[in-house]
């Protein structure tokens, strides 16, 4: 029995490859072109690819592209991945609370996906995390996704042009989707314990599943190269500028809260630990080297 | 209407402080006596004490004594803690599961305890961690604690040394108490997505409560005392051994694993954090310095 979204899943989970490529090749470049620097001396850094299995491939799995230790990155992981498995009673539940669905007897799902964790020698540059997903179960299909921006200092020129940058892309498609994503990832992306955000946003979506498949696939395509837009203007900007250690010791207690809220908070890292994912992967975010006081 | 829990409460609390007051006191002799080894030369390391408030003190608060950049210990925290409130209905829901407790309409609790958890210097000395604490509702009140070893590279002889002093203050009370509360731990203290113990275990019980309020405060302070007997010789034993870069390599990675546990799993920092109490004293636990590969 083929299904409608047979094809929607495939072009969905091409289309993350794609962008994972471009990517990877546009972080590439940014380590070939940095030529000043503490870290210009080193070679420039490449990704290495691992794949990735859910409960041991029966459930899917990806690719993990990580690069550790180049002149612009201290680490950065690119994951893509398509799994299928069935939702456990506790999944079921928080998706039923959200989407107001039933799952009933057939409790399948399929999702597929990229997310990214950028962790930045330089704490001039702002770390970022972008993801893009699709989720599929038998009552119903959405998409997920979206970009934030992690400086360790803030520049609030830097945060004006990620933001713009964003608001164009959603406002192609709909000119609520900026205000509404923007508050949500302002939400989403608080550090409650500290009533802190975890950076200075960007845009979060999720469950997003307007009856016109093609739109949302549409615009999640452009959420995604909206990522790309804005953030390699800024690291190109930022990445020359000279550092002390006391910018850096800024940066490794930002890092120490970027996992507290990825470890207690974040919805797709606890999705990923509790579905038996690969958590080499899923803990992929977590920053190279971070403090505590 | 005084109740027979109310001087019950102040002589849990009062002996948390004196637990609180016998170990700052032996460790910084550890730190006094420490002429050896790479950090000798640094001043005796002193603990600091902060007060803790919880929801800005109306709910309680407590102290917080912590010790960075010492001889032997990078950071040491030992925190006590006497709070009061009211049970959020998901921690009514968590204890109502494990102790059969209907709590009706009256949601008071009272808790106090010590917290411990020191990050070492050294990579040939084990990481500790150690709490006890008496938890207070009108329903039913109970003490839980415990001490777990995490070794960077496992010493068989100290793990086998660690358990034996737990073991010994168990069976003054009860023999059922080591097997129980050893597994316990085995079990508290994995690393579930890694499927990978946090460390070498030692004791962890909860919801003790025997009907014998007398027995179970007197084991509550042996196994304090415990921790003590356990710990300080394995340190004075591994303090002044010479350690290599691949071993810090090690200690860091490993403490990335900890603090995974901790802010994934750790039950108390999570009620710490859903509680509202000074989250700097839940997180205090996190390691000085951690890595992620």
């Known amino acids: 029995m083929t299904d409608i979204f047979d094809t929607r899943k495939t072009r969905a989970s091409d289309w993350f490859k794609t962008l994972r490529d471009d990517i990877c090749t546009a972080f590439e470049t940014l380590e070939d072109t940095q030529t000043t620097g ?14 990735t299995m859910r409960d041991g491939g029966a459930g899917g799995g990806g690719e993990m592209s990580v690069m550790r230790g180049g002149r612009v990155f201290e680490k950065v992981g690119v994951n893509i991945s398509t799994v299928h498995g069935t939702l456990s009673p506790m999944a079921q539940k928080s998706m ?8 009933g007897d057939d409790h399948r799902f399929w999702a597929s996906g990229i997310s990214l964790v950028a962790h930045m020698n330089s704490p ?16 119903a299909a959405w998409f997920g996704g979206g970009s934030d921006l992690n400086p360790m200092i803030e520049v609030p020129e830097d945060t004006a042009f990620f933001h713009d940058v964003q608001k164009q892309a959603c406002d192609k ?15 989403y992306f608080m550090i ?4 802190e955000p975890r950076g200075v946003g960007g845009i979060f979506f999720d469950d997003l599943d307007t009856g016109d498949w093609e739109a949302d696939f549409a615009f999640t395509q452009d959420a995604g190269r909206a ?18 250690d006391d910018d850096r010791e800024i940066q490794l207690r930002k890092r120490g809260r970027y996992a507290e809220f990825n470890l207690v908070y974040d919805r797709g ?5 509790q579905s038996g994912h690969d958590p080499s992967a899923v803990l992929m975010s977590l920053p190279p080297v971070a403090k505590w006081y």
Chains 1, 2 share one sequence.
């Open 192 to 195: 409650k314990h500290w009533n």
């Open 96 to 103: 039923a609370a959200r989407k107001d669905l039933d799952f």
């Open 269 to 273: 890292t606890h999705f990923g630990l």
């Open 173 to 187: 498609h709909d000119p609520a989707y900026y205000p509404r994503f923007k508050e949500w990832a302002d939400e």
């Open 38 to 51: 503490p870290h210009a001396q080193l070679p420039a850094g490449r990704f290495e690819r691992t794949k």
């Open 227 to 244: 990522f790309l837009n804005a953030f390699l203007p800024i690291t190109e900007k930022r990445r020359t500028e000279a550092w002390t």
């Open 124 to 139: 001039k540059c702002p770390a970022v995390h972008m993801n893009t997903r699709m989720f599929w179960t038998p009552h």
